[in-house]
Structures are given as C-alpha cells and as structure tokens.
C-alpha cells in the first residue's frame, strides 16, 4: 500500500510540466496568429494604396479629354511631347498624377468609326498618365486615341 502512495506522489510534478507545454504552445499560436494578422494588415493597406494610384491615372486620362489644348492642333509634333501635371486641389492630398501627351502620326479613320474615310483624317495620339497615392505607390496608364480632322 505503501509503494501505491509514494507512486501517487510522484506523479504530481507531471501535471507541472502538462501545463507548461499546454502553455506554450497557446503562446507559440498567438504569435503565428498576431503575426499572420499583421501581415494581412499590410496587405490590405497595400492594395489600397495601390487602387488609390491607380484612380489617380485614370484621373489624368479624363483631365486630358477634358483639356483639349493638349492634343490639339499645337501639339502636332512627334518628337516633342506635351507634358501635364495635376492642377492643385484636383485629387486629395495623397495623390496627384502627371504625364504626356505625344502625337504620334495622321492616318485614315478606323473602320467603323462613322466618319467618312476620304474626307476626315485620323490624328493619332499617345497618352501617358502616371498616377501617385500614399506611401509611394505609383501606378501608369498608357493609351492611344486620335482625334477627329480634315
């Protein structure tokens, strides 16, 4: 009876060390879990940046259509292109875009265009439209378009 009692009290320091190990591995999955939450943090934030840069070039798409000083009849020479910035106070105070404008050629109108094709001449154009957002993301829009002439 003796040695079922001395056996009973060695096992005691078991218990101990169970949930010590228990302990520690909740610990070890808090951090892998802290750390797998911050990263998707980063992530998020990262996309977010990035889509705000990418507005910001569609934005300077839709001010060079709106400004047709840029693609007109002064910028009608291919080796020196017309470059553009965003006006103050266009976007937020995070982004801003730049960019040029570059005529590239005339030709005749597209196929389906509407336009007869012995009578109007096609101005062909290129477009680059750099946009900038937070924490130096930067995204580029490149385009062609031509515009409409005798």
């Known amino acids: 009876m003796l040695r079922i009692i001395r056996a009973m009290d060695n096992s005691m320091g078991s218990v ?3 949930a010590l190990l228990i302990l520690a591995l909740l610990t070890i999955t808090g ?13 998020s934030s990262n996309i977010a940046n990035h889509k705000m840069a990418f507005y910001a070039a569609e934005s300077a798409r839709n001010y060079v259509a709106q400004r047709p000083d840029l693609y007109g009849p002064d910028n009608m020479d291919p080796s020196s292109p017309v470059n553009f910035e965003s006006p ?14 570059q005529y590239i050629g005339v030709g005749r109108m597209p196929r389906g265009s509407g336009f007869e094709v012995g009578s109007f001449k096609a101005y062909k154009y290129k477009m680059r439209c750099n946009g900038y957002g937070p924490s130096g993301a930067n995204s580029r829009v490149e385009t062609g378009f031509y515009r409409v002439g005798y």
């Open 16 to 18: 101990l060390v169970i």
């Open 31 to 43: 951090i892998v879990v802290a750390k797998m939450t911050m990263n998707e943090i980063r992530a």
């Open 88 to 101: 103050s106070g266009a976007l937020g105070p995070p982004q801003s875009f730049d960019g040029y404008v």
